[in-house]
């Protein structure tokens, strides 16, 4: 999943698809950390240790919470069950904030400390430059929420996922908008990010594909607080239906604003609204927004004992939860199907001996380290039994 509030705040570079700026800072951190690694080694450890990297604080911790949350209980259970090829391990979590540069900071630190395995990042802007310290020093990355086909395609022996692409996404919602709202009027709105721009870019190429062409295309800015100036230009346009590619934060606003300034428009958005603080921030506003997501893990067989051990701590396993727990089980069955614990070795067999048994079912990897069998379906967000709005899964 996936935005970079980073990116936005006006200090980064203005093309948020090119890291290249953060590659000499990367570099040097990492002579810095393996420096300290060797340092460090005197002291030998017997536990395995896997990283677990997102934003704990900040307006993203929710997503956060989800990932340190997922892998935690994972770990518990294979614990339980033995460790990893007879290994104790043990999770180490490093806070990004959603920040490309706190990104390679908490990355250098997992270098030193001797991390062998990373669960994360969220967001896409973060993976895509963390993920080449990791390659660099010798770590294997499975992100449950970075969607941008970027992480995936620059030939890194070490980058996998759980989740699916945006161009796989952005096609889902392309084509739904064209056979249900054929003669809407689009708008297409993105918050500037990797991930954000990636997808509403990748549902604009589908929308146009099928003989649709937007009213209007604009960007925003992560944190802002009033978009008053987008609103009146989507009501002067006529707009009736708003794809926005980004986070939750800014869609609930988005969505508040357009209730209290009388723009009637359905809204439709992917992954990362996938949190029930949607509703909080939107408020009454949410009633009727769509959201691609795949089907629902909790309601995967799989996911049953999981799932009840969450409910039972206070937490619920929604959207990125059970990607975390999977990606953690991935781990230790690649590892197992290695006969080592050597990430290279791992990463080898994730991509040659899978499927893997996980809560969210059966997961298999290609040369890229994509999932072979990435789905998306249609949610839409209304008020569920207990007279409080959620997301329930709709279909196409």
Same mark, same amino acid.
């Given at each position: ?19 290249? @700026? ?8 990492? #002579?810095? #950390? ?32 989800? $990932?340190?949350? +997922? ?15 007879? &290994? ?22 997992? %270098? ?5 395995? %990373? ?13 080449? %310290? ?9 992100t449950p929420a970075s969607t941008n086909p970027k992480f995936t395609e620059r030939g890194l022996w070490n980058t996998f996922r759980t989740c699916g692409r945006d161009d796989q996404q952005g096609a889902v919602a392309g084509a739904y908008i064209a056979k249900h709202f054929k003669d809407a009027k689009v708008a297409v709105v993105h918050d500037k990010t990797p991930y954000g721009q990636g997808l509403a870019d990748e549902t604009k190429k589908a929308l146009n594909a099928a003989g649709i062409t937007e009213v209007m295309y604009e ?25 926005? +590619? ?5 869609? +609930? ?9 009388? $723009?009637?428009? /359905? ?7 996938? @949190? ?30 999981? %799932?009840?051990?969450?409910?039972? #701590?206070?937490? &619920? ?15 230790? &069955? ?5 006969? /080592? ?25 290609? #040369? ?15 008020? +569920?039994?207990?007279?409080?709005? /959620?997301?329930?899964?709709?279909? $196409?």
């Open positions: 999943m996936q935005s970079l509030v980073g990116i936005a705040s006006g200090n980064q570079e203005t093309d948020p698809l090119n890291f290249g @700026s953060y590659r000499m800072k990367k570099s040097l951190l990492s #002579a810095v #950390a393996l420096i300290a690694m060797v340092a460090y080694s005197g002291a030998a450890r017997a536990d395995l240790l896997i990283g677990v990297a997102g934003p704990l604080t900040g307006p993203n911790a929710a997503f956060g919470a989800q $990932l340190q949350k +997922g892998a935690e209980q994972a770990v518990a259970d294979i614990n339980a069950a033995g460790g990893i090829n007879g &290994e104790k391990v043990v999770i180490e979590l490093g806070d990004d904030v959603s920040d490309p540069k706190q990104g390679i900071s908490v990355a250098n630190k997992f %270098v030193a400390d001797g991390v062998k395995f %990373v669960v994360g990042h969220f967001n896409s802007g973060v993976s895509i430059p963390a993920s080449e %310290v990791y390659a660099e020093n010798g770590i294997m990355q499975i960007g925003i800015q992560p944190g802002e607080k009033d978009y008053s100036a987008l609103i009146a230009k989507m009501k002067g346009a006529g707009v009736t239906m708003v794809y926005f +590619g980004g986070l939750h934060t800014e869609a +609930g606003l988005i969505l508040r604003q357009m209730a209290s300034q009388g $723009l009637k428009a /359905t809204m439709m958005s992917g992954d990362g609204i996938t @949190s029930n603080e949607l509703a909080s921030i939107a408020g009454d506003a949410v009633e009727g927004t769509l959201m691609t997501f795949p089907p629902d893990p909790r309601n995967n067989p799989n996911a049953k004992e999981a %799932v009840e051990k969450f409910r039972k #701590a206070g937490f &619920e396993p929604e959207a990125y939860t059970l990607y975390s727990y999977a990606a953690v089980q991935i781990f230790a &069955e690649a590892a197992k199907a290695a006969g /080592t614990n050597d990430p290279t070795a791992v990463a080898d067999a994730a991509k040659a001996k899978g499927p893997f048994k996980t809560v969210i079912g059966d997961i298999g990897f290609d #040369a890229k380290g994509d999932i072979t069998r990435p789905d998306y379906t249609m949610y839409t967000w209304g008020k +569920g039994d207990d007279g409080k709005y /959620t997301y329930k899964e709709t279909g $196409l």
